[in-house]
């Protein structure tokens, strides 16, 4: 996969998974969901199915982060398939805790 840049849309060749681009490292990365590379949103998908160790789902609107924190992808359509970073799954990113108003 080529490198990413903020805003580009991808989606999964074998689910109905759709993400956008937050924030992303240079250089390339291989994004995967459902265990099958990620394609351009206007791509035709070559179709398959989710590979069972890769089904732990998307969510709309949910955030995805690799261990770095420095990739980041908006899920913008949910899917059954999960989405990882070479190999390695993207956790939910959580929410910043708000200081308290004491």
Known sequence: MAALKAGTRFKSAVCDTQVMVIAAPDGDLELTCGGAPLVDVTAD????????DHKNGTQIGKRYVNEAADLELLCTKPGEGSLAL???PLALKEAKALPSSD
């Open 86 to 88: 070479a190999g390695t």
């Open 45 to 52: 998908a070559p179709g398959g199915e989710v590979a069972p």
